[in-house]
């Protein structure tokens, strides 16, 4: 069975940076595509999209709002995926969640992945 841990949330402030990290065991890691994924603590807030990146890395996307800001990047030697975050803005406070995905190329539809680790929570003071 696949588990994901994700670390290094915490509290900073607004335009500063900070990396993410998801751990990944159980399965072959370079068969799968990993996705991040974040839910803001608002009532009624969806989890959203943030980036995804495919099994050999060489294909990323990113969600629009994150653009030019967040990095995604996967250490198959470390079976970790990881997300820079840069020049942080209040609104980017939320729990990020990893996700794999038993497929070659990564999707921004949360219910296409296969398996989620438990969150870490990163906030943005202004």
């Known amino acids: 069975q696949v588990q994901l841990v994700e670390s290094g949330g915490g509290l900073v402030q607004a335009s500063t940076s900070l990396r993410i990290s998801c751990m990944f065991s159980?399965?072959?890691?370079?068969?799968?595509?990993l996705g991040w994924f974040r839910q803001a603590p608002k009532p009624g807030k969806e989890r959203e999209f943030v980036?995804?990146?495919?099994?050999?890395?060489?294909?990323?996307e990113y969600a629009d709002s994150v653009k030019g800001r967040f990095t995604i990047s996967r250490d198959d030697a470390k079976n970790t995926v990881y997300l820079q975050m840069n020049n942080l803005k209040p609104e980017d406070t939320a729990v990020y969640y990893c996700?794999?995905?038993?497929?070659?190329?990564?999707?921004?539809?949360?219910?296409?992945?296969?398996?989620w680790g438990q969150g870490t929570q990163v906030t943005v003071s202004s």
């Open positions: 996700a794999a995905r038993a497929n070659p190329y990564g999707s921004t539809v949360p219910d296409e992945y296969d398996y």
């Open positions: 159980g399965r072959a890691f370079v068969s799968y595509s």
């Open positions: 980036a995804a990146i495919s099994f050999s890395g060489a294909t990323t």
